[in-house]
C-alpha cells in the first residue's frame, strides 16, 4: 500500500510539474511577474524575500535535471531570466567606478535589469489605474487576471513599436552606407579618369603636334587656253 502511495504521490508530482512548465511557457516572455506568479501592485513588506521563496519553489519543481519533460529546459530559462530581472537593484554608479572592464559591463547590466523592473512595475500601475481596478492581493482574482490581459497587449505593442524602429534605423543605416559607398565608387571613377588623363597626356600631344604642323599644299589652278 505504502509503494502504492508512494506511486500516486510521483505521478501527481510529474503532473504538477508538468503543468508548472506549460503554464511558464504560456506567459508572456517579458512579463516577469506573470512568470513567477507575484502581483506587483501587492505591497510586499518585502519583495526581495518573496522573490526567493517563490524561485527558490518553481525553480525546484521545474529544474530540467528532475524532469525528462523537453519543455523544461525552456520553461526554466524563463524562470531564471524573470528572477534574475526582479532581483536587481537600484543603479549604483560608485559600484565599479574605478574596476576593470568587466566590472562596469557587469554594472551596465544590472542597471538594465532594473530598469525593466521598474518599467514593468510602471505598466501594471497604469493599467490598474486606466481599469479603475481596486486592489486586490490574490494573484488569480478576476481583476489581476483582467490587468495581466492589459499588461500583455501593452507589451505586445511595445515590442511592435521598437520593431517599427529597430527597422526605421537599419533602414536609414543601409541608406547611409549606400550612399558612402556610392560616394567611394564615384571618388575612385574620378580618381581614375585623372590618372588614365594624366597618362594619354604625352599621346595628346604628339597627336595635336601632328595635326598642327600637317600643311597641305594646295593644288594650282591650271590657265585655260583662250
Not at 47 to 76: C, E, G, M, V
Request: proline residues 3%.
Amino acid at each position: 500500500m505504502a509503494d502504492l502511495d508512494a506511486l500516486f504521490q510521483t505521478q501527481e508530482s510529474e503532473v504538477a510539474r508538468d503543468r508548472e512548465i506549460a503554464r511558464v511557457l504560456r506567459c508572456p516572455a517579458k512579463d516577469h511577474f506573470a512568470i513567477l506568479q507575484i502581483n506587483p501592485l501587492t505591497e510586499h513588506a518585502s519583495l526581495a524575500a518573496t522573490l526567493r521563496k517563490t524561485y527558490r519553489k518553481k525553480s525546484l519543481q521545474i529544474h530540467p535535471d528532475k524532469t525528462k519533460n523537453s519543455d523544461a529546459p525552456r520553461a526554466f530559462d524563463l524562470l531564471k531570466k524573470a528572477n534574475s530581472v526582479l532581483s536587481a537593484e537600484p543603479p549604483s554608479t560608485s559600484s565599479g567606478a574605478n574596476g576593470d572592464h568587466e566590472d562596469q559591463h557587469s554594472l551596465l547590466e544590472e542597471n538594465a535589469r532594473y530598469a525593466q523592473k521598474e518599467y514593468l512595475i510602471l505598466i501594471y500601475k497604469q493599467v490598474a489605474d486606466g481599469l479603475g481596478a481596486f486592489h486586490v492581493d490574490d494573484f488569480h482574482h478576476a481583476t489581476n487576471r483582467a490587468i495581466r490581459d492589459k499588461v500583455l497587449l501593452v507589451l505586445e505593442q511595445h515590442e511592435k513599436d521598437r520593431a517599427v524602429e529597430t527597422g526605421y534605423k537599419q533602414r536609414q543605416e543601409i541608406k547611409k552606407q549606400t550612399e558612402f559607398q556610392t560616394a567611394a565608387k564615384e571618388r575612385e571613377l574620378k580618381k581614375s579618369w585623372e590618372t588614365r588623363w594624366e597618362q594619354d597626356r604625352d599621346t595628346r600631344v604628339k597627336l595635336w603636334r601632328t595635326f598642327s604642323t600637317k600643311v597641305e599644299k594646295p593644288k594650282k589652278k591650271k590657265k585655260l587656253l583662250a
